[in-house]
């Protein structure tokens, strides 16, 4: 019941914040205009940024997988990866593409259900972090542009606050685990289990520092890429592509990425649109019939990928036998027992 009212409180956000968007014919036309005049080599190149990032997560999530111990190739993994693009995609909240690539990646390694969990998360962890180093250096950078309106400085301050919020939980967590006081923790306290999960990772990363620092600094061109991704989009757009340059897009892409992570709308749509709006329109001066465009035709490059990714899934066959209906089954329940946690964490912040 939580999941489907979290799913259905997503929905109506999505549908009303679309609705404001979409709500003047005149802005519509103008968006269709700026759509049929776009330049499909940059297109192109968007997706091919798009496409570069996602193969350099794969090679990240490869070492972080040796160090557990799990060696599979990249071409599965980037079968993993793709697939769970489509489910992170195409199903509402964020957690069904992790919980369906883990468990394929238990059908590769099986008998390592705790080191292919770790690997998944520190994923995550790492690619976190460096995202809140690379808005950091953006936000010192170029202070002064993005405090330029009230509305923008909102945006920057939801960024601080999203940001300090989760380092203070990965700073935290890591203490716990210095002092060893992670299987201390009372048992009733939220989020216990992944604070013990996330113990047993610093643990095992740390003593392995070498390769855990590469995947940090691989992060930063995965970031780049990321970001390059809806700068060409932008490009492809004629009479707007003088009016920011790519160290623009360096500084505002942060702010839309973190911003949209937080899941009150389906796949962050509709909320993305606005973040456009408010952030080309006031501080490049882009008009909102084009913003909107320039959002909207990011996402769909990233559709795109997400198609290729449900495709790889209706012939991936893992390595040990191939998928049965059964297995089908436990993706299904996994995906919904994920929505449900999420469903409970995010009431337990509401309160």
Known sequence: MKKKILTLIQVVVTLFILGWLFRDPATNRKMLEALGAADPLWILASFAAFGIMRFLSVIRWQILLRVQGIHIGLKRLSGLTLIGLFFNIFMPGG??????????????????KAQALLSVMVDRIVGLIVMFLVAGVALAARYDWLMKTPATSGLVLSLVVIAGGSLAFLAGSFAITGFGLAQSLP??????????????????????????????VLSLPIHLFSFTQFYCVAKAFPGIAGLFTFTDFLALMPIVATITAVPISVGGTGVRE????????????????????????????????GVIGGIVYLFYRSGTPPLAQAVQNDIAEAVNAAGAAEADSAEKITR
């Open 187 to 216: 048992a009733r306290l939220p989020l216990r289990g992944k604070l013990i999960d996330m113990s047993e990772a610093y643990n095992l990363y740390a003593r392995a520092w070498q390769p855990t620092l590469f995947t940090l």
């Open 95 to 112: 957690t069904g593409g992790d919980v369906v690539k883990t468990l394929y990646l238990l059908r590769e390694a099986p008998g390592k």
């Open 274 to 305: 606005g973040l456009f709006v408010k952030l080309l329109g006031d501080l490049c001066g882009i008009a909102a019939a084009t913003a909107i465009v320039v959002s909207l035709t990011g996402y769909l490059v990233q559709v795109i990928w």
